[in-house]
């Protein structure tokens, strides 16, 4: 069984759509969870990270995380074709020392 | 945000030929740097973990014989995939990471892609 595990999609849907990407994970020791997103042949860049249980809203993008079912969420509201890319979650037990732990990353397409 | 770099973007080589790919922290120091290798569709898999000044840290099943790291300064690691062959091929990502307490977010590069024929 992997650590974090995460459905690769795809996932396409209309624009202006609400999307809904999620992991699970094993391991009741991390403690930080990001979402990240990948475009076509580029490095990840960091779109958020929350800190144990809780959500957290940064513009068009929430994310939630539920401990005690070891389950994370993250919903992009309004979607738009420029939010088209690969979504990874990641998680680490420290802030300090990041060893992240990826999922496999879900592929999404908004179209017009 | 912070931004690294990688070069070159893309190499092609020959089976059995060494490559090096530099990853540079352009406006931090990283104290601690990290390498990634992408499968097609498949996600970030750790390769190894470098401290700069210290010997790097492999991970599990990656070959360090195969896969040299230095971290040198501060704003500079390599990567030199020696004797490389076909299964090489791979996309090759670094981040780095500066050490201020609490979440340390770690940066990504552009990433490298690499086919050996």
């Known amino acids: 069984q992997k650590e974090v595990e995460q459905d690769p999609g795809p996932l396409s849907v209309p624009e202006g759509a609400i999307v809904s990407l999620n992991c699970t994970y094993s391991n009741s020791a991390f403690q930080y969870f990001m979402w990240y997103r990948q475009y076509s042949r580029k490095g990840p860049e960091l779109l958020m990270y929350?800190?144990?249980?809780g959500n957290k809203e940064d513009g068009r993008f929430t994310a939630q995380v539920d401990k005690s079912s070891k389950y994370i969420s993250l919903f992009i509201r309004d979607s738009q074709p420029s939010d088209s890319a690969t979504y990874l979650c990641a998680m680490t037990a420290s802030g300090g020392y990041n060893k992240l732990i990826f999922g496999a990353g879900t592929r999404l397409a908004v179209h017009p | 945000g912070a931004v690294v770099s990688q070069h070159p973007s893309w190499v092609i080589c020959k089976s059995g030929t060494s490559v090096k790919i530099e990853c540079r922290s352009l406006d931090f120091q990283a104290t601690t740097m990290f390498w990634y290798r992408q499968f097609p569709k498949q996600s970030l898999m750790l390769m190894a973990t470098s401290n700069e000044g210290s010997k790097a840290t492999y991970e599990q099943g990656v070959e360090k014989d195969k896969f040299l790291i230095n971290h040198a300064s501060l704003t500079l690691s390599t990567l030199t995939v020696t004797s490389a062959h076909p299964e090489d091929s791979s996309f090759y990502i670094c981040s780095a990471q500066s050490t201020s307490g609490g979440f340390n977010e770690q940066f990504f590069g552009p990433g490298t892609r690499l086919t050996v024929l």
């Open positions: 929350t800190y144990s249980s």
